[in-house]
């Protein structure tokens, strides 16, 4: 939305908002909202959409996160054909999981447009955790993420004390280290 003046308008509320659980957010494009998709509950998958700028990478972000997770076991994208989301241009970090467990993040482009040629960082970290029992990416077909121009950190594990599985991303040309623990 644009205002009289020619600028885009300034969001404060979420996109969309889950506090029950066993949703299913598919399809949908979420811009210039305060954050994209916030998950306060548990067994939710987010497929399909794009979370931030749009496909070809025009519009304002959100103001802040893409997705932000605080429930458990949940799933952001997926290995099948359509099933990941493109999580680019926002204003803080592409998905922040915040003292969760349990979740897995596949087959995401997370920091580029939709070919995955072209950097729209998010202003922060692609993915910053604070997670036990994480999953980002595998060894599969369609699996892998690719995390790609992120303003920071391509993916910031911090204070966790459950194991955390990388496997099969492509994580390049971030502002600063690819992964980092800490």
Do not use: C, K, M
């Not at 995390?147 to 966790?160: E, P, Y």
């Amino acid at each position: 939305d644009v205002d009289e003046s020619g600028s885009y308008a300034t969001y404060y509320g979420g996109g969309i908002g889950l506090s029950g659980g066993w949703n299913l957010i598919d399809g949908n494009i979420l811009v210039e909202n305060g954050f994209g998709i916030g998950v306060w509950s548990n067994h939710n998958t987010i497929q399909g959409n794009i979370i931030g700028s749009s496909e070809a990478g025009d519009g304002n972000g959100n103001l802040g996160n893409g997705i932000v997770v605080t429930g458990h076991d949940n799933t952001i994208g997926g290995a099948g054909s359509g099933e990941g989301n493109i999580i680019s241009g926002n204003g803080r970090h592409g998905i922040e999981l915040y003292f969760t467990e349990g979740n897995s993040i596949l087959g995401n482009i997370i920091g580029a447009d939709a070919s995955g040629d072209v950097a729209i960082p998010n202003d922060l970290d692609g993915i910053f955790t604070q997670a036990d029992n994480l999953i980002i990416g595998g060894l599969g077909a369609g699996e892998g993420n690719l995390i790609f121009g992120n303003g920071r950190h391509g993916v910031q594990l911090f204070d966790t004390s459950g194991p955390a599985t990388l496997a099969g991303n492509t994580i390049r040309d971030n502002a600063e280290y690819g992964i980092l623990v800490d």
